[in-house]
């Protein structure tokens, strides 16, 4: 077998989560287009369509959000810790920290183990309730923490998308706001085995507890070639400056051989379904408010202009192209864009832990071997 550097291509798993067509630009989750949930789902149904692999009943999506309501709290002990922390550290490692300490305040992963042969579906499934319901939370305390502010508390009249932005802006987002939080949510809730799914998994296989299996992801996704673009999609558009500028400053970009932020993807060669319809919530956007950050109409133009350019290449917008934007204009700090990413890929990478708590085995590659051949050490006195 030959070495491939990243796996690329190696199959790693099998799973029956979600699939990508990066040809034809299709994503489903369970078999349903991500353009059908992002429209018609909510981040709850979609989540427990990821763990459970069918969607809901009504009776079984109220049991559900009921459960994700009921535990929104976290332990005053986890928000004394956030005190702890520099306030210009990045949110992506507060969440690490405050994630991977959940376990600790909540115990109860020695059921990992209980009878030699994994955790009961009662531990899996309220785990897995537990920390989605969390992550909310921790990401939204830390905003007003960090501020020097008290947090804002978890409401549970209000379903997940609508509290998290409570939560955030200390004020109840109006039901377009809400839609597009939620569609934010559904649209990065999976995708397939990417970096940070991965690590959930190899994690996972050890039988680790699951605050940790999502701690490990976290710090996965925090580099800046998984999560993270859209942030400096808005950077590149503020440094654009105005839409006449857009020619010229593509033009100087790619004869410097420099990427534009948020075009491109390993997996799909057309426009990222996700992108579209971030980009269909934009215009919906538009028309409620009247106008929108003047960062949109570059956004549009540069896309235009680098149909031409980068089509060819099979370079098109991706997710990041146009969630940035969402996100600034629901008044979220922009290094808070990847905690959300986080937030909602929770439910992938518990969807993928239970999957393959089913079946598991510890994940265990080998290598090529690439160092000195056999030797006796040296004594210092002979090294010179
Ligand atoms: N801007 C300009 N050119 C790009 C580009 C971009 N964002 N993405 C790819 N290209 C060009 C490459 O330079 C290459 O050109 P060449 O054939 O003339 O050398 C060609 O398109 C093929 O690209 P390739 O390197 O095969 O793509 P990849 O699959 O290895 O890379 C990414 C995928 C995501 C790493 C890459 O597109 C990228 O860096 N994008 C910007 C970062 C980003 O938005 N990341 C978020 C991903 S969700």
């Known amino acids: 077998m030959d070495y491939i550097p990243g796996l690329q291509g190696v199959p790693a798993t099998r799973s029956s989560i979600s699939y990508l067509d990066g040809q034809r630009g299709i994503l489903t989750y369970r078999g349903y287009p991500i353009v059908e949930l992002a429209r018609r789902s909510t981040f709850e149904e979609s989540a427990y369509l990821l763990l459970n692999g069918e969607l809901p009943g009504v009776r079984e999506l109220a049991d559900f959000d009921g459960e994700l309501r009921r535990n929104r709290r976290v332990k005053y002990n986890v928000r004394d810790i956030m005190t702890f922390l520099p306030i210009d550290g990045h949110p992506m490692e507060m969440l690490q920290t405050c994630v991977a ?22 531990f899996v499934n309220s785990t897995a309730v537990k920390i989605l319901s969390s992550m909310a939370t921790l990401v939204a305390m830390w905003e007003h923490i960090r501020r020097g502010d008290d947090p804002v508390p978890p409401r549970a009249d209000l379903g997940y998308a609508e509290n998290f932005l409570y939560m955030m802006n200390e004020r109840e987002p109006d039901p377009l706001e809400t839609r597009i939080m939620d569609a934010c949510l559904v649209l990065h809730a999976e995708h397939t085995i990417n970096a940070s799914t991965f690590a959930a998994l190899v994690c996972g296989s050890t039988l680790a507890a699951p605050n940790l299996v999502v701690a490990s992801a976290i710090g996965t996704l925090a580099g800046p070639l998984h999560g993270g673009a859209n942030q400096r999609v808005l950077e590149m558009l503020e440094g654009i400056g105005s839409v006449d500028r857009v020619d010229a400053w593509l033009e100087q970009r790619l004869a410097t051989k420099q990427v534009v932020w948020g075009f491109g993807h390993r997996e799909y060669k057309v426009k990222d379904p996700r992108a579209d319809i971030l980009q269909g919530l934009l215009e919906e956007l ?3 408010r009247g106008q929108l950050s003047p960062l949109y109409d570059i956004a549009k133009a540069l896309e235009a202009a680098a149909e031409a350019r980068l089509a060819p290449k099979g370079v098109y917008p991706n997710v990041d192209f146009y969630s940035g934007l969402l996100y600034e204009e629901l008044g979220i700090p922009r290094d808070q864009f990847t905690p959300i990413f986080a937030i909602s890929r929770t439910a992938g990478w518990l969807a993928h832990w239970k999957e393959q708590l089913a079946n598991n085995r510890i994940y265990r590659p080998t290598q090529e071997y690439t160092g000195p051949e056999v030797r006796s050490y040296v004594p210092m006195t002979q090294r010179g």
Do not use: W
């Not at 300490?101 to 009662?122: C, V």
């Open 101 to 122: 300490s959940l376990g600790m305040f909540y115990p109860g992963s020695e059921r990992m183990t209980a009878d030699g042969a994994g955790p009961t579906a009662d």
């Open 286 to 288: 538009r028309e409620h």
